[in-house]
């Protein structure tokens, strides 16, 4: 199978997978089973078609609407299964399509869920994280495994420069982020450090974006979450986390 046909059925398969995020996103902070009851309209109730159900294309035919009661379905559902096709689109397409592909596609996959929760509840899983330290251990010793100690030494020093963080300024930074950088450093190895870098550097961007519109005591009361920022981290470190660090290398050793 060539790589661009891989990367078509990543895609599609991203794009089914994202609808399931979506509702993991909805149900998992709220203590709600993930496979029952079928998805229905949160006003009427009506369950959701199958052929409604399909991945961007249901909400498109659909003019963003329930079929039933004419409730406006939020966008946010189209776009995260677009997005997650596109980010397993490009998994295959940066890593190709063989075993190299297996740790990123996971990654991706588990730092979407992540990202919708702390966003609308400012927490971050535990079963998430947990599945992700696993998960990650395993698929580096399946399949990368003359870097598994590189990857322990990322996952410990990441975790531990976010739990050093929590302990200094504890209002600022959750022991979800400590876990989440931990599971980052699994899944990179050493490029986890750009993908830190980055984070702290769209959350400060944001962040001083915020208290400037807003004042500082209010902007600082508002608590914007750090995990998108991290999850956002990890993509680039994923993805051109080890140019950056070559081209550090070599520029300044």
Wanted: proline share 6%.
């Amino acid at each position: 199978m060539s790589v661009g046909v891989a990367a078509v059925l990543a895609g599609i398969f991203g794009a089914i997978i994202g609808s399931f995020l979506n509702v993991v996103a909805w149900r998992l902070p709220r203590k709600e089973s993930l496979l029952h009851p079928a998805s229905a309209c949160p006003k009427c109730k009506t369950p959701i078609k199958p052929y409604d159900n399909v991945p961007v294309l249901g909400w498109l035919w659909l003019r963003g609407k329930c079929r039933a009661c004419g409730e406006p379905i939020s966008a946010r559902y189209p776009i995260v299964e677009a997005v997650t096709g596109l980010l397993c689109a490009a998994c295959v397409l940066r890593f190709g399509a063989d075993s190299d592909v297996w740790l990123p596609l996971f990654f991706v996959l588990l730092l979407v869920p992540i990202a919708l929760i702390d966003i609308d509840h400012h927490i971050i899983p535990n079963v998430l994280t947990l599945i992700g330290v696993v998960a990650g251990f395993a698929l580096v010793v399946a399949f990368q495994t003359d870097e598994l100690v590189e990857h322990v030494i990322a996952m410990l020093g990441a975790g531990g420069f976010f739990l050093i963080a929590a302990i200094v300024y504890p209002s600022g930074m959750g022991m979800g982020d400590v876990k989440l950088a931990g599971v980052m450093g699994i899944f990179l190895g050493r490029e986890v450090i750009p993908a830190i870098f980055v984070a702290l550097i769209a959350g400060s961007v944001v962040g001083g974006i915020i208290i400037a519109r807003m004042g500082f005591e209010k902007g600082r009361k508002e608590g914007l979450p750090f995990g998108p920022w991290l999850c956002l981290g990890s993509i680039v470190g994923l993805f051109v986390g080890e140019d950056i660090v070559d081209w550090y290398l070599d520029s300044f050793t």
